[in-house]
């Protein structure tokens, strides 16, 4: 489950404190969720960070999208499948694919990616080491008890795969929104 060694599960390196902590106090929070396909993790993600927000009343506070480092599915509507497991919990996802673009490193703030090949492709994207500075991995926001340092990519799994996905994205995005609204994050 983990992408390291089975002992090192997901921490915040310090470097993802320090952006954490210096977002904290800026609004609006400018938010991009990344994975391969943009079509089943990370429009997930910008879904499910939205109904959060939406749900606190901090949605003007929010600014959320989402993008995939391939092109492969540019202009298609999420999976079928990640629509029907998200419907289920009440998120309706619209968005329409896209690739991660220069734009997006001056456009964001924080840059989270779903998994470490996701990670390694955003910092190859990076056009300075400002613009790097702004990737973090949502498996630093999973907590010790999901067992999971990354969320694992569900297209070629069955629907526990989808589950497991929405499952941890709740608990990245409510730790992300905790971490925020904080205002610290040590
Ligand atoms: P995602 O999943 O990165 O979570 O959107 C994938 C979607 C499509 C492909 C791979 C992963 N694909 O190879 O087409």
């Given at each position: 489950?983990?992408?390291?060694?089975?002992?090192?599960?997901?921490?915040?390196?310090?470097?993802?404190?320090?952006?954490?902590?210096?977002?904290?106090?800026k609004r609006p929070v400018k938010v991009?969720?990344?994975?391969?396909?943009?079509?089943?993790?990370?429009?997930?993600?910008?879904?499910?960070?939205?109904?959060?927000?939406?749900?606190?009343?901090r949605d003007a506070e929010w600014v959320i999208?989402?993008?995939?480092?391939?092109?492969?599915?540019?202009?298609?509507?999420?999976?079928?499948?990640?629509?029907?497991?998200?419907?289920?919990?009440?998120?309706?996802?619209?968005?329409?694919?896209?690739?991660?673009?220069?734009?997006?490193?001056?456009?964001?703030d924080?840059?989270?990616?779903?998994?470490?090949?996701?990670?390694?492709?955003?910092?190859?994207?990076?056009?300075?080491?400002?613009?790097?500075?702004?990737?973090?991995?949502?498996?630093?926001?999973?907590?010790?008890?999901?067992?999971?340092?990354?969320?694992?990519?569900?297209?070629?799994?069955?629907?526990?795969?989808?589950?497991?996905?929405?499952?941890?994205?709740?608990?990245?995005?409510?730790?992300?929104?905790?971490?925020?609204?904080?205002?610290?994050?040590?």
């Amino acid at each position: 489950m983990n992408e390291t060694t089975p002992s090192n599960r997901a921490a915040s390196r310090p470097s993802t404190i320090k952006l954490l902590n210096r977002i904290a106090g800026k609004r609006p929070v400018k938010v991009l969720f990344v994975c391969l396909g943009n079509i089943c993790r990370s429009p997930a993600a910008e879904g499910m960070m939205r109904s959060i927000v939406t749900a606190e009343g901090r949605d003007a506070e929010w600014v959320i999208d989402s993008a995939g480092t391939g092109n492969y599915h540019v202009g298609d509507l999420p999976d079928r499948r990640m629509r029907v497991h998200a419907r289920g919990r009440g998120l309706e996802l619209t968005h329409r694919c896209r690739q991660v673009a220069p734009s997006d490193f001056d456009d964001f703030d924080l840059i989270i990616g779903m998994d470490r090949q996701n990670i390694a492709n955003l910092r190859h994207a990076a056009p300075s080491p400002e613009a790097e500075a702004k990737i973090m991995s949502m498996g630093e926001l999973l907590p010790a008890s999901s067992g999971y340092d990354h969320v694992p990519d569900p297209y070629y799994e069955g629907s526990e795969g989808f589950e497991l996905v929405l499952d941890l994205l709740e608990e990245g995005c409510r730790r992300l929104y905790g971490i925020i609204n904080d205002d610290t994050f040590a």
